[in-house]
C-alpha cells in the first residue's frame, strides 16, 4: 500500500516524465532509509558497509539527500549512544554507525570538493539576482506546497493516519518522520537558492508509509466495513493517478474519471520568483508555434538537414523540444540552440562567422526561460539578435503569436 501511494503523489508523477534528479534522489532516500533501519534491527560490520555505502549513493544523486538523512542518523546515533553507555561495550554500535556516516561522506566529498566552486559562483549569482532567502519565508512556502505535492486528499489520508495509527505503529515509522520533518526544516535554511516544491520529493517516504500502515491496518480487521476502506483508499488514489496523467488525453471519457484531478484539488504549482508566482508552462495544452517552424522551414528547406537555432530555453520553446516534434513528423531539420545549460544559469558567446553557421533562426520575444550565467552571456544573445534581424545576411519569414502574449520571429539565411 505505501508502494503505491507514494507513486501516486502528483509531484512524483510529474517528475517521472522529468530529467531532473529529485526523482532518484526521493528513491535514494527510499534507500538509505531502508538501509538504517535494516542495520538498527541487527547492526552489525557488514551492514555498516551496505548503509554507508546507500548513504553515499543518496548524497550523490543531489546534496539536499543529506538533508532528509541527517534527522533519522540522528535519532539512532542518540538511541546507540545511551544503549553503549548502559551496556559499557566500548560503543560498539555508536562506532558502526559513524563508521556507516564517514563512508558516506566519503563517497559525496570528491563531487563536492570538485563542484565547490561552481556552487559557490552559482550561489553568489543566485543571491545577486534573487536576494537571499529567509527561514521563516522558506519554511512557509514549503508547509504551503504539501497539498499540491501530494494532493489534498491523500494528505488528509496522512494526517488521518497519524491521528489513529497508535503508539506501536507511530514508533516504527519514526525514523521516516524525522526525515520529513527535518528535511524540510534543513533545506529552509538554504538561503542562495529559491524554495521549489519539488525538493519535498524526498521527504514523501514518511507519509506513503503511515497511509500505507493505516491501510494494513484497516485489511487486517475482520469486519467488512474497514476492508472495503482498505480497498477503496488505494483504488482512488490510483484513480486519481490515472486521471493526473491521461485525464483529458487520451482518456476523455468518462468525464468523472477525466476531470477527477481537477474535482479533487490536485494542482501543482510554478517556479517561485522575485515577482511572486511564475508558472512555467502557464498553456500547456495551447499551440506553441512548433509545428508553424518546422512547416515554414521544410517549405524552403524540403528534406535538407539544415541546422535551426531556437533562442530560448523554456518548458514551451525550447531546442529539445523542437526535436521531439520534428522526428514526430519525419522532418530532417536539426534544431539546436546557442544557449549553453549550466548550474548557475545560461551562457553564450557572439562571432559573425559562428552565427552564418545556422541556415535558420528562432527568435521568441519576450521572456526566454532560463536566466543567464552573467553579463557578458546576456549581451552575446543581444548582438546576435541584433546581427540576424538587422543585417542583410538573413530574411524575416514571418512571425508566430504565442499564449503568453510573446511572439516567435523566424529567419533564413540568405
Given amino acids: 500500500a505505501a508502494a503505491i501511494t507514494i507513486n501516486t503523489y502528483p509531484a512524483l508523477n510529474q517528475l517521472s516524465h522529468s530529467y531532473l534528479l529529485d526523482y532518484p534522489l526521493a528513491a535514494m532516500v527510499s534507500v538509505a532509509l531502508f538501509a538504517l533501519v535494516f542495520w538498527q534491527s541487527s547492526p552489525s560490520w557488514t551492514k555498516t558497509a551496505m548503509l554507508g555505502a546507500a548513504l553515499g549513493l543518496a548524497f550523490l544523486s543531489k546534496q539536499i539527500g543529506a538533508a532528509f538523512l541527517l534527522g533519522p542518523a540522528s535519532y539512532y546515533l542518540i538511541v546507540h549512544l545511551k544503549k553503549d553507555l548502559e551496556e559499557r561495550n566500548g560503543f560498539k554500535t555508536t562506532r558502526m554507525l559513524c563508521t556507516a556516516g564517514g563512508i558516506g561522506i566519503a563517497l559525496f566529498a570528491p563531487w563536492l570538493v570538485y563542484n565547490s566552486k561552481a556552487l559557490k559562483e552559482m550561489g553568489g549569482y543566485n543571491i545577486a539576482h534573487m536576494g537571499e532567502q529567509s527561514f521563516a519565508s522558506n519554511l512557509t512556502y514549503y508547509l504551503q506546497g504539501v497539498p499540491h505535492v501530494m494532493s489534498p486528499v491523500l494528505l488528509a489520508l496522512f494526517l488521518f493516519s497519524l491521528a489513529f495509527m497508535g503508539r506501536r505503529y507511530l514508533k516504527v515509522i519514526t525514523p521516516a518522520l524525522m526525515s520529513s520533518i527535518g528535511g524540510i526544516i534543513i533545506i529552509s535554511t538554504i538561503s542562495y537558492t529559491a524554495p521549489l516544491d519539488r525538493y519535498l520529493t524526498a521527504g514523501l517516504v514518511a507519509p506513503a508509509i ?42 476523455a471519457s468518462p468525464q468523472w474519471l477525466a476531470n477527477l484531478t481537477q474535482q479533487s484539488g490536485v494542482s501543482l504549482r510554478g517556479y517561485r520568483s522575485s515577482g511572486g508566482n511564475a508558472y512555467d508552462n502557464p498553456e500547456p495544452f495551447k499551440d506553441w508555434g512548433h509545428r508553424w517552424v518546422i512547416e515554414q522551414v521544410d517549405k524552403y528547406d524540403r528534406n535538407i538537414p539544415v541546422w535551426v537555432n531556437i533562442l530560448a530555453n523554456s518548458s514551451a520553446v525550447n531546442a529539445h523540444t523542437y526535436e521531439f516534434y520534428a522526428r514526430e513528423m519525419g522532418k530532417c531539420m536539426r534544431p539546436t540552440t546557442s544557449r549553453v545549460w549550466t548550474m548557475a544559469g545560461d551562457t553564450m558567446t557572439f562571432s559573425e562567422e559562428s552565427a552564418l553557421y545556422y541556415k535558420w533562426y528562432v527568435i521568441k520575444s519576450g521572456r526566454r526561460g532560463n536566466i543567464f550565467k552573467d553579463k557578458q552571456s546576456a549581451e552575446a544573445e543581444a548582438k546576435l539578435i541584433d546581427f540576424v534581424t538587422h543585417s542583410a545576411k538573413f530574411e524575416f519569414k514571418g512571425r508566430k503569436p504565442l499564449p503568453d502574449g510573446s511572439s516567435l520571429s523566424l529567419y533564413r539565411q540568405l
Fill in 210 to 251: 503511515a497511509s500505507g500502515c493505516l491501510v494494513a491496518a484497516l485489511w487486517q480487521k475482520k469486519h467488512l466495513p474497514a476492508r472495503l476502506t482498505a480497498i477503496a483508499l488505494p483504488s482512488f488514489a490510483l484513480l486519481q493517478f490515472v486521471s493526473f496523467n491521461f485525464g483529458q488525453y487520451p482518456i
